[in-house]
Nanobody
């Protein structure tokens, strides 16, 4: 059974940084593609970033140059480093593996 547990969200001012963590169980992140998605109030869930088993990364245009996805195989975890945060980054952020989702972590950026 796959479980994904996100943490690290919070309230931050515009221009600030946060680091989200996703602890995985039931799969090995080293051998699987993982992703981060977000959903703002009243909007559809959207892709933020992905990392493949080979380490290739992909980002939504809106976060390129500001966000970095990474993983720690020893901790079986995936991370999302978010810098230069903007109010439009406010959303619930979800970790994803295929059809599996975590419970989400709230990120709020104040202007």
């Amino acid at each position: 059974q796959v479980q994904l547990v996100e943490s690290g969200g919070g309230l931050v001012q515009t221009g600030g940084s946060l680091r989200l963590s996703c602890a995985a169980s039931g799969i090995l992140v080293a051998f699987n593609a993982m992703g981060w998605y977000r959903q703002a109030p009243g909007k559809q869930r959207e892709l933020v970033a992905t990392i493949t088993s080979s380490g290739s990364t992909n980002y939504a245009d809106s976060v390129k140059g500001r966000f970095t996805i990474s993983r720690n195989n020893a901790k079986n975890s995936v991370y999302l480093q978010m810098n230069s945060l903007k109010p439009e980054d406010t959303a619930v952020y979800f970790c994803n593996y295929r059809a599996n989702w975590g419970q989400g972590t709230q990120v709020t950026v104040s202007s």
